[in-house]
T-cell receptor, first 115, second 109 residues
Framework: DVKVTQSSRYLVKRTGEKVFLECVQDMDHENMFWYRQDPGLGLRLIYFSYDVKMKEKGDIPEGYSVSREKKERFSLILESASTNQTSMYLC??????????????FGPGTRLTVT | GIQVEQSPPDLILQEGANSTLRCNFSDSVNNLQWFHQNPWGQLINLFYIPSGTKQNGRLSATTVATERYSLLYISSSQTTDSGVYFCAGFDGTASKLTFGTGTRLQVTL
């Protein structure tokens, strides 16, 4: 079974703090994604990574950065947390190997509150 | 990019009832998936169904790619089916999933 894990289920941080959200997948997937989900706005893509050390901006990258030093790990960084970054953060991964289904799998999510 | 619309937006069922959820997309999509988001927020994969029909227990799904829609059938609903159901797909050129607006299902006793 594919497993995508996230470092925390719940996190409370103060305004201005630097925040790291970690995501690990155990299926050697090439692509990894970070989304945020807010009521009424659905899931919005923040950043994605095609492979190690590669990254692409999604729809709402402002205020975030990412790091992918190893294939299994994709980190989302809030450089200076703000209250409008209070949200549910979801990580996902998928493989693009020939013959695969390209099915995307999600982690359990991190509910971040910035006070 | 593609647009993905789901209907109905909200649905309340009594336990044991059947339902059909619909997903319409504005252009051809690849790799259509259905997800269930449980009350704790996790997105659970239900079906990967770019075309055709699949069944898994009480759930089944059909995608008619040429007519740009997909259906999710839930039979003999249970309270544990409650949550939000999303469909999502990749368009021909993009590398990211576009999600529908979701159907919020509540199953009551």
């Amino acid at each position: 079974d594919v497993k995508v894990t996230q470092s925390s289920r719940y996190l409370v941080k103060r305004t201005g703090e630097k925040v790291f959200l970690e995501c690990v997948q155990d299926m050697d997937h090439e692509n990894m994604f970070w989304y945020r989900q807010d009521p009424g706005l659905g899931l919005r893509l923040i950043y994605f990574s095609y492979d190690v050390k590669m990254k692409e901006k999604g729809d709402i990258p402002e205020g975030y950065s990412v790091s992918r030093e190893k294939k299994e790990r994709f980190s989302l960084i809030l450089e200076s947390a703000s209250t409008n970054q209070t949200s549910m953060y979801l990580c996902a991964s998928r493989t693009i190997m020939a013959g695969s289904t390209y099915e995307q799998y999600f982690g359990p999510g991190t509910r971040l509150t910035v006070t | 990019g593609i647009q993905v619309e789901q209907s109905p937006p909200d649905l309340i069922l009594q336990e044991g009832a059947n339902s059909t959820l619909r997903c319409n997309f504005s252009d051809s999509v690849n790799n259509l998936q259905w997800f269930h988001q449980n009350p704790w927020g996790q997105l659970i994969n239900l079906f990967y169904i770019p075309s055709g029909t699949k069944q898994n227990g009480r759930l089944s799904a059909t995608t008619v790619a040429t007519e740009r829609y997909s259906l999710l059938y839930i039979s003999s609903s249970q309270t544990t089916d409650s949550g939000v159901y999303f469909c999502a797909g990749f368009d021909g050129t993009a590398s990211k999933l576009t999600f529908g607006t979701g159907t919020r299902l509540q199953v009551t006793l």
